[in-house]
């Protein structure tokens, strides 16, 4: 009843339903005179022509079975005239009763009743007493991911539409979604942005200050993060009242430098977990090369555990007689001074590394050119247009300006004798398209690729990237971490770090016997039981009941595992 009176008030509120409501009723109304027209016709015909008396329900009676073609025959006329008037009765009949007022109902009346259901699906509110949520300002392909992954952890989250239809839509296609513009005071009252745990605001670097003040007039102390495309908005948005800023391709580019070789065997620190680090290591000039995990003794010089190696592109789980090639690269787990250790096996810089070559000068291809500079290295800048090259002028070792797609211009770049390649444009073909194309001219190549689209992840590694990372994925994890109050985890696109209580179908086995590697592909990191964070681990370790184990993997080997495990 509640949802009726809501609907009835849509159609008598919105200006257009009004006015076809109007247009309806005046239709109605002619429809009516004629019929009464028609009736005293009848009469006259009767009484005048073929002299007969009929009652005024029988005219009436008489017309309406006329021109609705329904011609029972128990009343017709005999003459001529009768007849006609029966004609024009019978056809004005069909197109005014059984055409244009069907059409008109439909068009004026239940098209908008359908749609004012369809508006009115999406919540304006949410229930009173809500709190611990996040409130994501804009639906977007980081909004998209972010809601999955809120849904994995148990938080609620709430996505802003202003348009109701959308907004519609959204919700029957599994989303919470609010209706109400995002730069609105009503629309966060009724969010309850106040008792929110965190809003998100994830437009342009403009709507973003004003959602921003917005806000804080509604919510002093709620945690803000700020999505900025430009790095002059990160000083607007902390002026504004934004508790974190995230300038996502700046992030990105500087992700996939570290991914880079650099002449030098070194780890990466790629995330952490409380005092728990997961680095990454190229296998490469290393004195782990040809090695199985075993023969490296790096648990007990160093105490880390290789929990899983990168091969093209794709985690796999460690075990002990696990060989180590040339191209594979290492995942370990461990505190800092272990860290340390592992750095004191290493060699320095082994060789001169020749130039690195980044094809792609927008945001991401400069924030991963200086990064790299940073790091002392050379660096060779290709791009079709010398307008967007000219920003990095006087930075980078070398600039060039053409194709990418030919061959003679990349080997004129460099790409024969580099180690490593950085793809930055945003377009996921051009990027897949270079993977192949470079791989083929230089198999010994890292390439280090953005992607925009998850949909092409599989289609990238085949191609031959070696580390690939999306612009989705960084934000989603950026907003995870100040949920998780802890350093984002980007081991790399499809791969998360997460806990899941160990099932009492393992609870007392060992981690051999588990067979949690074989059956599922996870790399087990540590395990949490009660305070004491137990690391590293050996195939001995037992896996006691209440305690959590904490992984790395898929969103599809947690899926099996939960399918195996229950």
């Known amino acids: 009843m509640k949802f009726l009176t809501s609907q009835l008030a849509y159609l008598t509120t919105d200006p257009e339903a009004r006015s076809n409501i109007k247009t309806l009723i005046k239709y109605l109304l002619f429809l009516l005179l004629l019929v009464a027209f028609y009736a005293v016709l009848f009469h006259v015909i ?15 009676y008489w017309t309406l079975v006329v021109m609705s073609t329904l011609g029972f025959g128990d009343i017709t006329f005999t003459s001529d005239i009768g007849r006609v ?11 005014f009763l059984l055409v244009m007022l069907p059409f008109l109902f439909i068009r004026l009346f239940y098209a908008p009743w359908l749609e004012a259901r369809v508006r009115l699906r ?135 430098a570290n991914r880079v070789d650099s002449g030098r065997p070194e780890p990466h620190v790629v995330g952490e977990y409380r005092n728990l680090q997961i680095i990454e290591l190229a296998a490469h000039d290393t004195p782990f090369v040809e090695q199985t995990v ?55 810089r082994v060789h001169e590394v020749p130039p690195i070559v980044v094809i792609g000068a927008g945001k991401v291809g400069q924030a991963a050119v200086r990064a790299l500079k940073r790091k002392g290295l050379r660096v060779h ?81 085949r191609a031959g990237a070696d580390f690939v990372l999306s612009y989705t994925t960084l934000g989603v994890e950026a907003v995870m971490s100040l949920l998780r109050g802890s350093p984002p985890v980007l081991l790399g696109e499809g791969v998360e770090l997460f806990t899941i209580q160990v099932p009492a179908s393992l609870a007392g086995k060992s981690l051999r016997d588990s067979g949690i590697g074989s059956k599922t592909g996870l790399s087990v990191v540590a395990l949490q039981h009660g305070k004491e964070l137990k690391t590293p681990l050996t195939s001995e370790t037992l896996l006691p009941a209440g305690a959590e184990l904490i992984m790395l993997g898929s969103d599809a080997q947690r899926g099996t595992f939960a399918d195996a495990y229950h």
């Open 85 to 95: 008037f029966s004609i024009i009765v019978l056809l004005s009949g069909v197109v």
């Open 294 to 348: 075993r023969e490296t003794m790096l648990r007990q010089k160093t105490g880390l555990s290789v929990v899983g190696f990168w091969q093209r592109g794709k985690l796999v789980p460690a075990y002990p007689q696990t060989p180590i090639g040339a191209a594979s690269v290492l995942v370990l787990a461990g505190t800092d001074v272990q860290v340390k250790a592992l750095e004191a096996l290493l060699p320095g």
């Open 46 to 60: 009767k009484a005048t022509v073929e002299h007969e008396q009929h009652s005024w329900v029988t005219g009436f």
């Open 122 to 256: 999406a919540p304006r509110e949410v229930r009173p007493g809500t709190q611990g949520h996040v409130i994501i300002t804009e639906h977007d392909p980081v909004a998209a991911e972010l809601a999955e992954r809120c849904a994995v952890a148990g938080i609620r989250y709430w996505i802003l539409e202003p348009d109701s239809a959308r907004a519609a839509q959204l919700h029957s296609d599994g989303l919470s979604v609010l209706v109400g513009e995002n730069d609105s005071r009503a629309t966060y009252e009724r969010a309850s942005a106040s008792t929110a745990r965190l809003v998100l605001a994830n437009c342009e670097d403009t709507t973003n200050t004003n959602v921003t003040l917005t806000v804080r007039e509604v919510a002093p102390h709620v945690p803000v993060a700020a999505i900025v495309e430009e790095e002059d908005s990160i000083d607007i948005l902390t002026l504004s009242g934004a508790t974190s800023v995230l300038p996502l391709k700046h992030q990105l580019g500087a992700y996939l």
């Open 381 to 461: 800048v290709i791009d079709r247009t010398e307008s967007a090259l000219r920003p990095l002028a006087g930075e980078v070792d070398a600039l060039f300006v053409g194709d990418a797609a030919d061959r003679t211009f990349l080997e004129s770049a460099g790409l024969l004798q580099a180690r490593s390649i950085v793809l930055t444009t945003n377009d996921d073909a051009m990027n897949i398209y270079l993977s192949v194309f470079c791989r083929r001219l230089n198999p010994a190549l890292r390439i280090v690729s953005r992607i925009t689209h998850e949909r092409n992840l599989e289609a990238i590694h």
